[in-house]
């Protein structure tokens, strides 16, 4: 098996979130797949084959934390169209069967992907007792984003706040299935971003994720509301960081970045 390693809503090796990415005649037992994500050791490993032709899909696609199957990831899914369509293993717009439905990816004339995702629905809830303290600062409202992202979203004060977070990973594991998003306005909207965020996903083995596509799917609602635009970038501040162009459309969501392949090798075992 060829194994990919790609870094992903970048434009540069070593920045964006780094996926593995394996193309498959068939997915192998589950065991296998998720012993291949801990080798791996990356926020996803995405596991993908190709599917007959004529249906509502052109490949099937997974995804693994080292820890668990999740039900939707953004970069990955990036990873792995930037793949097909380097490889030639797939042209033009790719649509993935995946346990959020049929995800579609399409290669743009600049050179970036634009992702169709489901947009997450939001549902205001009460700040939990004690989340402040997990975070290391005060909300000022929190959202459930539903059963396909499965985080807490968060927002608080401002953009230095945010970077500031130094949260105790432990205790955020209580407060929700798969983590936390936490998100503020941009400071400074002339450096090219409208919001910031940044992921924590103790639950799935992953104490800070880089940059995440899925988690957009609720950011892009979130502040479409807030600053009155559907078309909006997020830069996630992580210490890789990188940068999300959103889109909202209604029950969809685009996300829109550019992948690096930085690693190609063979998978021995």
Known sequence: MR????DAFTDRPFAGNPAGVLLLDAFPDDDRLQKIALEVNHAETAFAHPL???GEADWALRWFTPAAEVNMCGHAT????HVLHTTGAHKGAVRFAS??????ATPQEDGSITLDFPTAPLTAVEV???????????????FDTGPNVGDLLLELADEKTVHALTPDHKALAAYSERGIIATAP???????????SRCFFPNVGIDEDPVTG????????FWAERLGSPVLTGLQASPRSGRVRTELRGDRTLLSGRAVTVIEGELLA
């Open 3 to 6: 194994i990919r390693i790609v």
């Open 52 to 54: 007959p032709g004529g």
């Open 78 to 81: 990036l990873a792995t169209a």
């Open 99 to 104: 346990r959020s439905g049929v995800l579609v």
């Open 128 to 142: 939990p007792a004690g989340v402040a303290g997990a975070l290391g600062a005060e909300p000022r409202s929190a």
């Open 186 to 196: 941009a400071e400074d909207p002339s450096r090219g971003y409208d919001f910031v």
């Open 214 to 221: 899925s988690a957009h799917t609720a950011l892009a609602p």
